[in-house]
């Protein structure tokens, strides 16, 4: 059985004063409250570090936006996987579709990222997800298959392992319109189904694959409930203690 899990991506919103307030709200909310899924928390790298301080005695878990593909060196602005690691991340959120919009990243980037994230002990949440344009022409599963094909190119079964996949697609992101769940349910099967012809049908049985895209407390029960749906990467209702709290709760 896969365990769900339940990450939150706080985007670029909260500053040091209102990321301490965000997560002492949390773990209020959470003491006491039995849940069963793993939880990840993903802030702004400006606040990883008093986060994962806040979080210590706490089953919470901490996971970057982004990260770089190099070691280290000149490379202006930009942010390493040790780096990551050195303030507590054991996730990094990879290939968001924010970053491949408005950044520019390729397949080929997000491929790069993963594999340097893999080989320092990071897990990647993987994100992919066709945009509107892509659903009304049809080519959902194309779009997806060669985001999960190229972004996974030379990553082994062991490692697969390490990796969250997350089906976010774009159209869903951040308007209110949710995939219905029969809709996001299928292309978790079809991804499940291509991970297995990639590697084997216990790697894909394995392999956590998060729903993300207007996830709200009031719909998380119904998309946590499809047999391929094991989680959910949570944008804008992880900003209030009291929403994260009950989408973590509707997790069974
Ligand atoms: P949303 O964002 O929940 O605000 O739609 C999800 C995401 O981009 O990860």
């Not at 985007?11 to 307030?21: G, P, Q, W, Y």
């Not at 969250?164 to 978790?188: F, R």
């Not at 998380?220 to 094991?230: F, G, M, T, Y």
């Not at 009291?242 to 989408?247: G, L, R, S």
């Amino acid at each position: 059985m896969r365990k769900q899990v339940i990450a939150g991506n706080w985007k670029m919103n909260k500053n040091l004063t209102e990321a301490v307030e965000l997560v002492s709200g949390l773990k209020v909310k959470l003491s006491g409250k039995k849940y069963t899924c793993d939880v990840i928390i993903c802030p702004p790298f400006t606040n990883l570090e008093t986060v994962s301080s806040l979080t210590k005695d706490t089953d919470l878990q901490l996971g970057a936006q982004n990260m770089c593909f190099q070691d280290k060196g000149a490379f202006t602005g930009e942010i390493s996987a040790d780096m990551l690691k050195s303030v507590g991340c054991a996730y990094v959120i990879l290939g968001h579709s924010e970053r491949r919009t408005i950044f520019k990243e390729t397949d080929e980037v997000i491929n790069k990222k993963m594999k340097q994230a893999l080989s320092n002990g990071l897990k990647p949440i993987f994100c992919i997800g066709e945009t509107l344009e892509e659903r009304e022409q049809n080519i959902t599963i194309d779009v997806v298959k060669r985001q999960v094909t190229e972004g996974l190119k030379d990553i082994s079964a062991e490692e697969m392992k390490n990796i969250i996949l997350a089906y976010e697609p774009v159209w869903a992101i951040g308007t209110g319109k949710t995939a219905s769940p029969e809709q996001a349910q299928e292309v978790h099967a079809e991804i499940r189904k291509l991970v297995a012809e990639l590697y084997t049908k216990e790697v894909a049985d394995a392999l956590v694959i998060q729903y993300g895209g207007s996830v709200k407390a009031n719909n998380a029960e119904e998309l946590l409930s499809q047999p391929d749906i094991d989680g959910a990467l949570v944008g804008g209702a992880c900003l209030t203690a009291e929403d994260f709290a009950a989408i973590i709760e509707a997790a069974k």
